[in-house]
T-cell receptor, first 117, second 114 residues
Framework: GAVVSQHPSRVICKSGTSVKIECRSL??????MFWYRQFPKQSLMLMAT?????????EQGVEKDKFLINHASLTLSTLTVTSAHPEDSSFYIC?????????????FGSGTRLTVV | KNQVEQSPQSLIILEGKNCTLQ??????????LRWYKQDTGRGPVSLTI?????NTKSNGRYTATLDADTKQSSLHITASQLSDSASYIC?????????????FGTGTLLAVQP
């Protein structure tokens, strides 16, 4: 079935630095990928939708200059948290959409736990 | 307003017992409904997906039902195992214009105890 690989699984960074999270579709081409943020005991919150070769669409309230998204190929999307601060500490999850895949698309990565100290 | 509500918020059952999780939605126009299992610190994993015309879908010990008229779904877990301890999320997809949109429920946290 469809597999989405997310890396790294955990990252600790100092306040003010930037962190890049990668999301790869391993066995299919993903024209659309999604980035979510999840706080403890809460559901996933969509941050942005990225389409291969075009600019990402950000949800209301998400700072596009802080959360940079790049979807340069059909198998890779990256999320860069710029000038990270402790309040950015969260669980970030990506998902990829590819019509026709088992499960109807929307396969999720395993998530990245970001801790900013 | 498009919403997905799940109940109960949390549930504790003994190993080997069955349980049923509920999902009510007010999403329109409806495309499909999915149940995901999310282990702590991991991404969600798809269990079932049902379209408007499907009433039930099974995946091993997991059986999901859908009543599109009442906009309700349930996930039944049979003969629970310790590894079933996780958060179960109901997700409804609707046509949001150019792309589909996913509406997430807040999940039911299931704890299976020996």
């Amino acid at each position: 079935g469809a597999v989405v690989s997310q890396h790294p699984s955990r990252v600790i960074c100092k306040s003010g630095t930037s962190v890049k999270i990668e999301c790869r579709s391993l066995d299919f081409q993903a024209t659309t990928m999604f980035w979510y943020r999840q706080f403890p005991k809460q559901s996933l919150m969509l941050m942005a939708t990225s389409n291969e070769g075009s600019k990402a669409t950000y949800e209301q309230g998400v700072e596009k200059d802080k959360f940079l998204i790049n979807h340069a190929s059909l198998t890779l999307s990256t999320l860069t948290v710029t000038s990270a601060h402790p309040e950015d500490s969260s669980f970030y999850i990506c998902s990829a959409d590819s019509p026709g895949q088992a499960g109807g698309g929307y396969t999720f990565g395993s998530g990245t736990r970001l801790t900013v100290v | 307003k498009n919403q997905v509500e799940q109940s109960p918020q949390s549930l504790i059952i003994l190993e080997g017992k069955n349980c049923t999780l509920q999902c009510n939605y007010t999403v329109s126009p409806f495309s499909n409904l999915r149940w995901y299992k999310q282990d702590t610190g991991r991404g969600p994993v798809s269990l079932t997906i049902m379209t408007f015309s499907e009433n039930t879908k099974s995946n091993g010990r997991y059986t999901a039902t859908l009543d599109a008229d009442t906009k309700q779904s349930s996930l039944h877990i049979t003969a629970s195992q310790l590894s079933d301890s996780a958060s179960y999320i109901c997700v409804v997809t609707f046509y949001g214009g150019a792309t589909n949109k996913l509406i997430f429920g807040t999940g039911t946290l299931l704890a299976v105890q020996p």
